[in-house]
């Protein structure tokens, strides 16, 4: 204590040095930091420091060169080059930095070969460096990342916020003769941060508090915890002391959920820490201030992406499976029929086709406020995707009731419709089944009325159809697909196109996506969207799914022999070989027979795959990072859109699904769940991709929301491994 008291006294006699805390502070916080003066020479260091370098703490000593430490010592040429560069460009910034202005840079530092840092520097121009150290990813690019934190406001900054709240406190006895220094550090945090008596009453304030609450900093000295907070529990000084004597002791952390008072009357959602800390003998309190709006209001988007459909307001499959599973208890407690009626727009893609997907977006909004004028209130109208639509109806006491509405949506379907000044006439088909006589279970139910929907559009469409047991036309179809599939797969007609992924920053290619094809030697080429939900249900989904995998790693070892640039290679995982138990064997295997380094492997899986079992697909994913994989979220926002369970995935990536970009432009509930997605995403520490760019304006919107890769006809269509090696090849 007393050499650190010596240390700071002759700190506070040098002008450059009341920027430094005391060594307690930086002992504590968890990244290696080390304080430099205006010489560029090492003054102070904490513990962590010499450990991210490698280095001896022997061997640190005092006026060292800030070149020592990241120059001299290396041996391999490339990294002192590459280091001497870095430390050069330092070195410049900060002589021609500005007496009284402070700024910060963050740069990806080799401490040695294959082994980097995330290097962060504070620069007081003409009286020092803070240069802190925390572990980066190796394979990380070596370039500029930010010039200011991006907002955290989920469950990983509340652990970093506290942990650094509790060592302010702790080091205000420690550097009690340093208070200024500490207050600098203090004024740094995003979080607003008191000290208070017993009673409630405010000590002193950061200048956070000024940001969150609108008064001038002098204002909280003197005022109560409940001038702030909005709460029945603390509304005088004796429900303060009452609280804190009853909640906060010793390692007991005081949480909660409250609404903060700004200082114009207007009311926020705020989360509160408070925490015992001792000030020499004197105990006092910390509270840490969050404001969460931003928060709420990400999880309100998050929620309603959840259940409903982002185009047209309606129910999506999520809410539509929960309605029909609670109309069936219902309808089987009080004997009552219940329906479900299953509906497809006829010569809707032709809409698309000729007028473009925004008239055909109109039109489906129509569409859906016409089912809801057909339907009765307390019948639940969704939209499956696409052009499919269904309702489910409750309460029937006569069949003839839900075929009047089936004639009567039919008939409204049908008018004509005036959108975007053409004049547009579309029709619909449905089907139809009941509880209890069709079926019993809400996946027996909808598969019954797709079955009458087919019926329907044999039968010349714009009609509904009941279901009958002697529709077995989907049967014989579904049946006549798998035995083609099987003949494809041992035939060699599937096939893998390419689609490249593009940095948003500098235009460069920096993934490839595989998606696979069909040739069928009679039909052509089919769809996956038509083969891929019969391999599903005939159990091909694993072989199939197998050999995409084993194609894509081949593929991309194969440029990389080839000497063509290395780039990651997407592959997209079903359900099926998700959850079968030999899936991590197989991954290996494909890596293995390949020999492609995983690092160059990304697997995408759908929020459907990871919804269930959730510990499981923890440990599963846990274990394809520890293999080296990289993970992506494929589809985000289309499904079980849920914070609670992405927190707990070890992925890398999100992939916004292409049916909130392709209107981005002009819906703005698309731009704000983009923005909401982008938002979350980056705040978990996540690339986020954009999948469907298809426009220059989808490119510019984008890039202003921090949107970091790019997919989409804009930029490249997928195409064939032939045609994909000449696009690889860098141009001449």
Not at 383 to 402: C, M, P, Q, S
Not at 545 to 573: F, H, Y
Request: net charge negative; proline share 3%; aromatic share 8%.
């Amino acid at each position: 204590m007393v050499r650190l008291n010596k240390k700071i006294a002759k700190y506070e006699r040098n002008e450059s040095e009341d920027l430094f805390g005391a060594q307690c502070i930086l002992d504590s916080m968890p990244l290696g930091v080390a304080i430099f003066d205006k010489h560029l020479e090492l003054i102070q260091w904490n513990k962590n420091f010499p450990k991210y370098l490698a280095i001896d703490n022997a061997f640190f000593c005092e006026e060292m060169k800030l070149e020592e430490l990241f120059v001299s010592r290396q041996e391999n040429e490339s990294v002192k080059t590459e280091n001497a560069n870095t430390i050069g460009l330092i070195t410049e910034m900060f002589r021609e930095g500005a007496e009284g202005t402070s700024f910060n840079w963050v740069y990806s530092i080799l401490l040695r070969e294959n082994k980097s840092a995330e290097f962060n520097v504070e620069f007081f121009p003409k009286k020092g460096l803070v240069i802190s150290l925390k572990n980066a990813p190796t394979n990380e690019d070596r370039q500029l990342i930010e010039f200011q934190a991006a907002k955290e406001y989920l469950e990983a900054q509340t652990r970093d916020a506290i942990h650094m709240a509790e060592d302010l406190a702790v080091a205000q006895q420690e550097a009690a003769k340093s208070s200024q220094h500490v207050q600098t550090i203090l004024n740094a945090m995003e979080e607003g941060l008191v000290t208070m008596n017993d009673g409630g009453t405010i000590l002193s304030a950061n200048n956070a508090m000024s940001v969150i609450f609108g008064y001038i900093p002098s204002e909280f000295e003197g005022k109560d915890l409940h001038d702030l907070i909005e709460s029945e529990d603390l509304k005088t000084s004796e429900d303060a002391t009452r609280l804190l004597s009853e909640h906060v002791d010793g390692f007991n952390v005081y949480k909660s959920d409250e609404t903060g008072i700004c200082k114009d009357g207007s009311t926020f959602p705020l989360k509160i820490d408070i925490r015992e800390v001792y000030l020499g003998t004197e105990k006092h309190y910390t509270v840490l201030f969050r404001n969460v709006t931003e928060q709420l209001e990400a999880e309100k988007l998050i929620r309603k992406m959840a259940w409903h459909d982002s185009l047209t307001g309606l129910a999506n499959r999520n809410l539509l499976a929960e309605r029909l599973d609670d109309a069936l208890k219902m309808g089987k407690r009080l004997e009552k029929q219940v329906a479900v009626m299953i509906l497809d727009l006829d010569k809707f893609k032709p809409v698309n086709d000729l007028f473009g997907h925004g008239t055909g977006d109109k039109l489906l909004k129509v569409v859906s406020e016409r089912l809801l004028q057909c339907a009765r209130e307390i019948d639940t109208v969704a939209r499956l995707g696409g052009d499919e639509f269904a309702i489910v109806f409750t309460n029937i006491d006569d069949d003839k009731n839900i075929i009047s509405i089936a004639d009567r949506i039919i008939h409204s379907i049908q008018q004509p419709t005036e959108v975007d000044g053409n004049i547009i006439q579309i029709g619909t088909s449905i089907g139809i089944s009941f509880y209890p006589d069709d079926a019993s279970t809400p996946d027996e139910l909808i598969r019954m009325a797709d079955v009458a929907l087919y019926q329907a559009k044999d039968d010349g469409r714009r009609v509904y159809r009941l279901y009958d047991p002697q529709m077995d036309a989907e049967t014989k179809a579904q049946k006549q697909m798998e035995i083609d599939l099987n003949k494809a797969l041992e035939n060699d007609e599937l096939l893998l196109h390419y689609q490249p992924q593009f940095d948003a920053i500098n235009d460069k290619m920096v993934g490839v996506e595989a998606l696979i094809r069909w040739v069928h030697p009679e039909k052509g080429m089919i769809s996956p969207y038509s083969f891929i939900p019969v391999a599903e249900l005939c159990g091909l989904m694993i072989p199939i799914g197998q050999w995409v995998l084993n194609t894509a790693c081949e593929a991309a070892k194969s440029w990389q022999d080839k000497g063509l640039p290395r780039i990651k290679m997407s592959v997209n995982i079903s359900a099926r070989q998700f959850h079968a138990d030999n899936f991590l064997d197989t991954i290996e295997e494909a890596l293995k027979k390949s020999n492609l380094d995983p690092r160059w492997l990304e697997l995408e899986i759908t929020e459907g795959i990871v919804i269930k079992n959730i510990d499981n697909v923890v440990t599963k994913l846990e274990e394809l990072r520890k293999l080296g994989v990289f993970l992506a979220i494929d589809d985000f926002g289309t499904g079980y859109s849920s914070l609670a369970y992405l927190k707990r995935f070890p992925v890398n990536k999100l992939k916004i699904d292409q049916s909130f970009i392709r209107n981005i432009h002009e819906d703005q509930d698309d731009a704000s769940i983009t923005d909401a997605v982008i938002r979350l995403g980056h705040s978990l520490g996540l690339t986020v991709v954009a999948e469907g760019v298809e426009t220059e304006k989808h490119v510019t919107i984008l890039k202003e929301k921090g949107c970091d890769i790019f997919q989409g006809f804009h930029f490249c269509r997928p195409i064939a491994y032939n045609d994909f090696v000449k696009f690889l090849k860098p141009k001449k």
